[in-house]
């Protein structure tokens, strides 16, 4: 795995560093945002470490979420030698539920009820020597929390005091009274927690002490140096370039990097929206001098996923075709190559590959469920995951998320529009049709699209929301036009608000603005006879439909 840190000494090994341990959560990696974003530094491993293997002592420990359930069997279990290392332990989720377990297995069982989304939590003040309480320090009596969880706490475990509850869960938050090991059902990491940055604050700062003094430092210059020792001064690049801000983000730092070594090239897979192609080649090349190639993809793509309905299905056939296309150009630009100046092989290519793409496709560094392949990860072909394929992959922004990426963009100095775009998948519109992929189906999902963002842009809210578009259901409903019955497809909208698309809440749009946009989209998209708009929170939806 590319490691963005390897040119500096390790971290831990100069900073107070929060462990944290991945149970498999979705939410694990924003466990160590928010310890970042507090200048703490944080790592996270697996659960099946040993703390044997490790060449430095952390000064706290938090245990993540997960998917299992603590009394399965095979359920993942952490290194008992934790507990003898005396530093803070912070259990969540599965995480305090697998604190309570190891006590007696009598103190975990399936609820009666799922308790998923926003609640309110009373906290309790316990007081006690050392303040049994002192994870919530601060936070006042209640806070309005985030829960996702479905077994639950039944006792009490012996040796700790409750020190916050919820209608439905009685032991919410636990604190041992004499030791620093706590334990919450609610998770602090995901931003619907009000102050859950600061549960985790006082966790990391007041009772692990760690101290907040750590940066990231100058990310570009590293970067480019550790690129330029890859490559080597022979070699040569091409980059999948999309428009999108991760790839142009990653393309701009490749031409720094190598100059014209690098080939950015844009696939037109058919499933783009209106006009895109010509309208990312024109950006590119203005704002960034940035030279793309198109290759047109569009006959392969849609000969390949006739008849297929099957989302992950689609997915695979989508990062085939990517690769073998970006194979075939690999080897025409080598043969352009030959007899000029920068000839040499071309060794790597290059993805605007960000975390939230990796731990949604891939078991990464724990044991979370997949719970979607995106092309450009758990959609590539096998190839090229063992190192087999003649290209071999370079993502500079595999450790990091969106907003970081945007924020890096600007110290780029790429331009706003472009840094703020919303963003579109990879398979593009592929996924945003519940049914076969054909020609027709797409050019009605570009039309309403078309229409649904146009009207966005002009009430001037295309920045209050983080991505919005128009997808297709292929079944049909029935509906009555010009005194005629109909019988079309029906057009999903969905909008959404979201940090680092990790989690998302529906935008709320003005209700007339909505009724006009629909109105637009059945007049005038053929096909098209009735329009919904996705109300479906991040979790339990995703963003994309498939
Ligand atoms: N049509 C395309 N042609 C070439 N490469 C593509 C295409 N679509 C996606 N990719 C590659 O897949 C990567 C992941 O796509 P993704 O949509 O997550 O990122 P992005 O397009 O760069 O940014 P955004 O998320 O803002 O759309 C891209 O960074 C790019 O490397
Ligand atoms: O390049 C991509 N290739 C993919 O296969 C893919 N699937 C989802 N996405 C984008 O990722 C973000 C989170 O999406 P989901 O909530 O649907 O997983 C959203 O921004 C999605 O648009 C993809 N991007
Ligand atoms: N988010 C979690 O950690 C969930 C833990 C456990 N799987 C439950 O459903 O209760
Ligand atoms: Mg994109």
């Known amino acids: 795995m590319a490691d963005i840190t390897a040119e500096a000494a390790a971290p831990h090994s100069t900073f107070d560093t929060i462990l944290v341990l991945d149970f498999g959560s979705q939410t694990s990696h924003l466990i160590l945002r928010r310890l970042r974003s507090l200048n703490v530094y944080a790592e996270m491993l697996p659960c099946t470490t040993k703390l044997a293997d490790l ?69 309790h003040n316990v007081g006690g020597a050392d303040g049994a309480d002192r994870l919530f320090e601060g936070l006042g009596d209640t806070l309005h929390v985030f829960m996702s969880h479905f077994d639950k706490l039944v006792h009490l475990p012996e040796g700790f005091v409750t020190i916050a509850s919820t209608k439905n869960t009685a032991y919410a938050g636990i ?63 091409i980059g999948a370039v999309s428009g999108g801000v991760d790839s142009t983000v990653a393309a701009r730092l490749m031409k720094e990097a190598i100059g014209d070594r690098f080939h950015a090239i844009l696939v037109d897979t058919g499933l783009m929206r209106l006009n895109e192609c010509q309208e990312v080649k024109k950006t590119l090349q203005e704002h960034l001098g940035i030279n793309l190639t198109i290759v047109d993809g569009a006959e392969l793509f849609f000969s390949r996923l006739a008849g297929v309905v099957e989302p992950e299905a689609k997915r695979k056939i989508i990062g085939e075709t990517f690769i073998d296309l970006f194979e075939k150009e690999a080897i025409r630009i080598e043969e352009e190559a030959k007899e000029t100046p920068r000839a040499g092989k071309v060794e790597w290519f290059l993805q605007g590959t960000l975390y939230a793409d990796l731990i949604e496709s891939l078991s990464f560094k724990g044991p979370s469920a997949t719970i979607k392949s995106h092309h450009n990860v758990g959609g590539l072909p096998a190839r090229m995951m063992n190192g087999q394929a003649q290209l071999k992959l370079i993502e500079p922004l595999r450790e990091l998320f969106k907003d970081e990426v945007r ?69 049909r409903a029935v509906g009555v036009m010009g005194d005629s019955r109909v019988y079309g497809m029906i057009c999903i909208l969905r909008a959404v608000t979201s940090v680092d698309f990790m989690s998302a809440e529906p935008f709320e749009f003005p209700f007339q603005l909505l009724k006009n946009i629909c109105r637009r989209i059945v007049n005038e998209v053929d096909g098209i006879t009735r329009v919904v708009y996705d109300c479906t929170s991040k979790p339990p939806g995703t963003i994309e439909l498939e």
């Not at 095979?74 to 259990?91: N, S």
């Open 55 to 123: 060449d430095w002592t952390p000064a706290g420990i938090v245990l993540s979420g997960g998917p299992s359930s603590v009394y399965d069997e095979g359920a993942p279990r952490v290194d008992p030698a934790i507990f003898d290392l005396g530093v803070p332990i912070l259990g969540i989720c599965y995480g305090c539920q697998l604190l309570a377990w190891l006590i007696n297995d009598k103190n975990v069982a399936r609820g009666e009820a799922r308790e998923y989304g926003e609640t309110d939590l009373t906290i």
């Open 175 to 237: 604190a041992h009274q004499s030791k620093p090991i706590f334990g919450i059902q609610l998770h602090p990491e995901i931003s619907h927690t009000n102050r859950g940055t600061d549960i985790l604050a006082n966790f990391a700062i007041k009772i692990c002490k760690a101290q907040p003094n750590w940066e990231m430092g100058n990310f570009t210059e590293k970067e480019i140096v550790r690129i330029r020792k890859l490559v080597g001064d022979k070699a040569q690049v």
């Open 407 to 475: 924020a890096f963009g600007r110290q780029l100095g790429i331009h706003e529009d472009l840094v703020m775009r919303h963003p579109f998948p990879g398979p593009g519109i592929a996924i945003r049709i519940l049914g076969e992929v054909t020609r027709e189906h797409v050019e009605m999902v570009r039309k309403a699209d078309h229409i649904f963002i146009s009207m966005i842009k002009e009430a001037g809210i295309y920045n209050e929301m983080s991505q919005a578009y128009a997808a297709l259901d292929t079944n």
